[in-house]
């Protein structure tokens, strides 16, 4: 939901560091890797209490997450690293959580492994919206250009680390900021379930041949 104002605030920002870096010889892929380092280093520190180093570390890595794709549009934009890139950052959106259950199993486990969830259900929603977006030719610039298409929703990048920060400031009420979190989480996948099923009800609901359909009445299967 905020992602749009956020990219507006500081693309123009993450442009000008970015043509620094193009400068030295730094690449995209070069700032996705060390961005993902800095998620993991933020997750170890969570898993052993090391809370401030953690914060550093995780606004170091969301700088990365931010400028990798500044670089990229500055040089050239591969499908290779637009692809890492959305894999890594689905790695660290796991990692935080699963740290907070590691550093407390007793109190933190469940609310973790709700949370873990809701974002796979999430997560399969954005790239299901994605691939079939991409087969009919949709696009969206409302993030800046990316990879493959964006649809707006409750929790998106921006609220989930504003999310993760809160975690860390107040680690002795991880289950409710994550339980809370959930929630926002699933509303997000149930709004664009919502949304697919409205922008994608145009194809045919059954496109079986007559004797595909035969089959199916025999208690055939097809593949």
Known sequence: MLDGMMRRLIDPVL???AGRLVLRGIGADTVTFTGFALGLVSALGVAIEADAAALLALALSRLCDGLDGAVARRTTPTDRG??????????????????????????????????????????A????FSAVAAKRQMDSKVRGLK????????????????????????????????????GLVAMTALSRLTLAWTVF???????????DESLDRDGGSRP
């Open 125 to 128: 929603s954005f790239l299901a």
């Open 15 to 17: 442009d000008r560091i």
């Open 201 to 211: 009800r145009d194809e045919p609901e059954d496109e079986a041949t007559p004797a």
């Open 82 to 123: 637009g692809y890492m890139d959305i894999v890594l950052d689905f790695a660290f959106y796991g990692a935080i959580p699963l740290a907070f259950a590691l550093r407390d199993p007793q109190a933190n486990a469940m609310p973790a492994v709700i949370l873990l969830f809701t974002f796979y259900v999430n997560g």
């Open 147 to 182: 990879s493959i298409y964006f649809t707006i929703g409750l929790a998106e990048g921006t609220e989930t680390i504003i999310a993760f920060v809160a975690m860390m400031l107040f680690p002795a009420h991880f289950a409710l900021i994550a339980y809370f979190f959930a």
